[in-house]
């Protein structure tokens, strides 16, 4: 149990074009969702949190406008990255929690999106 | 200062050996801490889940807290060439989801 699906997997763009990426909960309902981006040989960090029907909430640095957050049902999450650029390529990873913001569930990951902006 | 401080190695042992791995944290407020497991081009797997202080153990991994010295470790027993990955210590405060990850540690196992 406790899947989670990102999609796709791996994407290449051209600098200027906007790419969104889904994050799937598959066998449980996911109250709180997170995206976080990995840059190579460094570890996750969080952008935002998002729960189920409400605006999402950005960690310091983040541009909301840049990265936008869709958690429009308790099994997708959406992440957009908008007008993307060089600088933007990283690994983009979900993560899933049935529980709310404030209690201690379980984050399972996503198997992550390679994203190349060319 | 980071929150969080893991050595991010490599390690590099002999198939068979005990594996330390370690973190320390510099927040108080820290009652959760993890161990995930991510493979290359992966997202991470949980591995190991601990309450405040003290061990828990499963199989061949063993996690230990202690919270007066803001240390925590997973030890791999027995260790494999599958276990070749890399390790990521994650911890978060009491009534809060948000993870802090440390670096990750890159541990290869030599057959």
């Known amino acids: 149990g406790a899947v989670v699906s990102q999609h796709p997997s791996r994407v290449i763009c051209k600098s200027g074009t906007s790419v969104k990426i889904e994050c799937r909960s598959l066998?449980?309902?996911?109250?709180?969702m997170f995206w976080y981006r990995q840059f190579p040989k460094q570890s996750l960090m969080l952008m935002a949190t998002?729960?189920?029907?409400?605006?999402?909430?950005?960690e310091q640095g983040v541009e909301k406008d840049k990265f936008l957050i869709n958690h429009a049902s308790l099994t997708l999450s959406t992440l957009t990255v908008t007008s993307a650029h060089p600088e933007d390529s990283s690994f983009y990873i979900c993560s899933a929690s049935s529980g709310g913001a404030i209690t201690q569930e379980t984050q399972y990951f996503g198997p992550g999106t390679r994203l190349l902006v060319l | 200062q980071k929150e969080v401080e893991q050595d991010p190695g490599p390690l590099s042992v002999p198939e068979g050996a005990i594996v330390s791995l370690n973190c320390t944290y510099s927040n108080s407020a820290f009652q959760y801490f993890m161990w995930y497991r991510q493979y290359s081009r992966k997202g991470p797997e949980l591995l190991m889940y601990?309450?405040?202080?003290g061990n828990k153990e499963d199989g061949r991994f063993t996690a230990q807290v202690d919270k007066s010295s803001k240390y925590i470790s997973l030890f791999i027993r027995d260790s494999q060439p599958s276990d070749s990955a890399t390790y990521l210590c994650?911890?978060?405060?009491?009534?809060?989801?948000?993870?802090?990850f440390g670096q990750g540690t890159r541990l290869t196992i030599n057959p």
């Open positions: 066998d449980f309902q996911a109250t709180t």
């Open positions: 998002s729960n189920e029907g409400s605006k999402a909430t950005y």
């Open positions: 601990t309450y405040s202080s």
């Open positions: 994650a911890m978060s405060p009491l009534g809060a989801q948000k993870l802090v």
